[in-house]
């Protein structure tokens, strides 16, 4: 059977039939087993059938959340769930279910912690999951999606990171592609011309439907929404992240605000 595993569950079978350490990182650092975004999709030939078969009766479970290793006190109050990615187990045998798997960067990145939890999940060497690696996740995204388009980009090295509130977020180019922009990597491939550049300091947002750039050399920040030949640009208002001393809740849920408030010089 192809079946999402759930992680509460995993450790516990790995540990009994693949490794006496449970779920534990591979020679390149990472699990063997991939992680799952629970995004579905059903042939719904199948899947009514099954809601037939079964009028919609599926597995439940409890998985209960701790507040620390003892197990004796409940971090969040437990309930009863039942989950869609069991799917599958209502199906009849012989019925075709698989998967799709995509790189990380492409297909996930969650804000699902505060600060404190985000901080704790990074001196465990885990992903923090926050507002801000989201947001960084982000640029990267945005950063590869240019370099499949042979855009040339300078990239931090490992340890070029900076500590906001004990979540250490990576200081790639802040890269921003609207949807104005394009919506297919087709479509992105004709909006960019020429030899591109761009510094591991920049800001870069790009925007409008019938924008094409050819010739690109950033080393600062630029707003583009219009077609330009030839743009080079440097030393033009960096935009960095700082820390905050008091500020709003929606910038305290990143822990930084930027230290150039003005918009990047718009072309």
Do not use: H
């Not at 534990?24 to 037939?52: H, M, Q, W």
């Not at 925007?207 to 033009?236: H, Y």
């Amino acid at each position: 059977m192809c079946i999402r595993d759930r992680y509460n569950q995993l450790d516990g079978v790995l540990k009994a039939k693949y490794n006496k350490n449970g779920d534990v990182a591979g020679p390149d650092g990472y699990s063997d087993f991939p992680g799952n975004i629970n995004v579905l999709v059903f042939k719904l030939e199948s899947y009514c059938a099954a809601l037939d078969r079964t009028k919609g009766c599926v597995p439940e479970f409890v998985n209960p959340k701790y507040a620390d290793a003892s197990k004796t006190i409940f971090k969040t109050p437990t309930r009863l769930e039942c989950m869609m990615q069991e799917f599958p187990k209502l199906f009849e045998q012989g019925a075709k279910v698989g998967f799709t798997r995509c790189d990380r960067w492409l297909c996930f990145s969650a804000v699902k912690n505060n600060l404190a939890d985000a901080a704790s999940k990074c001196k465990q060497g885990l992903p923090a999951e926050c507002s801000s690696t989201c947001e960084a996740d982000f640029f990267y995204a945005n950063i590869q999606f240019l370099k499949k388009c042979n855009v040339e980009v300078e990239m931090p090295g490992k340890d070029e990171t900076e500590d906001f509130a004990g979540v250490k977020i990576p200081l790639y180019p802040k890269v921003i592609l609207l949807p104005s922009f394009y919506l297919t990597m087709s479509e992105l491939r004709k909006k960019i011309a020429g030899k591109w550049r761009i510094s591991k300091n920049s800001t870069l947002i790009l925007e409008g439907r019938d924008t094409v750039v050819k010739d690109l050399t950033l080393d600062g920040s630029l707003w583009i929404n219009k077609s330009q030949d030839t743009i080079e640009a440097t030393g033009k208002n960096y935009i960095r992240f700082v820390k905050l001393a008091e500020e709003p809740d929606y910038l305290k849920i990143r822990a930084y605000r930027c230290e150039n408030p003005i918009a990047p010089y718009k072309y």
